[in-house]
């Protein structure tokens, strides 16, 4: 980066890791774009931040952001960041994560932060596979789905993100694509500012391991999320996701509730 | 008001093609060019048409397409 090129993002993001690991086209750039403008128009401190991420492609992001960051280990993004939020309430724990990481091996502790409703964002990019490894299928890969793993497709049924979160118990839950860029910078400004769990399901691109065997272009891909998406007002069970025919998107819960640490600090305040 | 115009920074375009493809007025075009980390970045080939709508800026997911403030004579 040369001097008189002075970008407009460069408070928020560590100018000098960039251009980041992420392949061409991969959604996840435009993720953490989202995050970061969305941070910088609410004018939020950065030292007030924290961004915390597992592993997988989108656990790069916590190194990339100029806030606080912790790159916890596998599936492990919500414990670490249960703590920072109980310990730390004048904080905003906010997780970026995958599917994988957190659905896969993470999937347990995501449905109990849920319950318990802890106070943080959980932005989860959902690539439809395993990015990093080799694009191999996991708990969201759509049935009948070409990868490594399932040569003839996929034979399992697929989770429904955003109706296992909302069953679990969260105060938010969205569920937007990379190409609606505009609504996705709302819901995280949204999210940034709600007490509660909040849950935003973000559809991405996996280009180099979905798209080359499934034998699509990352800009095909692009516009089959801007095709075949319908933004509804629905019960989040109804909320289908199939990226070859229809998704829909939207924000589908919005209540508050008390959070935990909200509970904790008055049980505190009781038994003393 | 100084004139704002888009700006391509190469070095951290990787040359997805997403800025050519949904630019709502054709401001991009493919180009020949390919650079010293081997991709082919866009060209900016109707600057007169950008409306700075920034559709662009957010859907690079490379951080390569800022708006800036335009020094020259304008």
């Not at chain 1, 932005?123 to 990015?131: E, P, Q, V």
């Not at chain 1, 070859?244 to 049980?267: A, C, H, M, N, Q």
């Not at chain 2, 390919?34 to 048409?49: A, F, Y």
């Amino acid at each position: 980066m040369t001097e008189e090129m002075k970008h407009p993002l460069s408070d928020y993001l560590r100018m000098d890791r960039l251009p980041h690991i992420w392949c061409a086209g991969c959604g996840l750039g435009i993720i953490l774009h989202s995050y970061v403008e969305a941070i910088q128009e609410l004018s939020m401190d950065l030292d007030k931040i924290v961004t915390v991420s597992g592993i997988g492609c989108a656990g790069r992001a916590s190194g990339y952001v100029n806030t606080d960051a912790f790159h916890t280990t596998h599936g492990r993004a919500l414990p670490f960041a249960t703590g920072i939020s109980i310990s730390r309430p004048d904080l905003k724990t906010v997780v970026i994560s995958g599917d994988g990481d957190l659905f896969a091996i993470g999937g347990n502790h995501l449905i109990h932060a849920a319950r318990r409703n802890v106070d943080m964002l959980v932005i989860c990019s959902n690539n439809f596979n395993y990015g990093m490894t080799g694009a191999q299928y996991g708990p969201t890969t759509p049935l009948n789905t070409r990868t490594p793993t399932s040569p003839y497709g996929s034979i399992e049924n697929p989770f429904n993100l955003v109706a296992l979160v909302a069953s679990s118990g969260a105060t938010m839950v969205s569920r937007w694509t990379v190409y609606h860029v505009y609504h996705l910078k709302n819901a995280i400004k949204k999210g940034l500012q709600k007490k509660g769990f909040s849950f935003i399901e973000v559809i991405s691109p996996c280009t180099t391991g979905f798209g080359r065997l499934n034998k699509q272009t990352p800009i095909e891909m692009m516009r089959q999320l801007r095709d075949n998406t319908k933004i509804m007002k629905v019960h989040p069970m109804e909320a289908t996701i199939d990226p070859s025919t229809e998704i829909i998107i939207g924000d589908f819960v919005d209540v508050r509730k008390p959070t935990y640490g909200e509970i904790l600090r008055e049980l505190e305040a009781k038994a003393r | 008001m100084a004139k704002q115009r888009i700006k391509l920074i190469k070095q951290l375009c990787k040359g997805c093609g997403y800025c050519i493809e949904f630019c709502p007025n054709n401001v991009f075009e493919k180009s020949e060019e390919i650079t010293e980390r081997g991709v082919t970045p866009p060209r900016i080939k109707n600057p007169d048409k950008c409306t700075l709508c920034g559709l662009c800026t957010r859907l690079c997911p490379d951080f390569a397409l800022i708006i800036e403030e335009d020094e020259g004579d304008g």
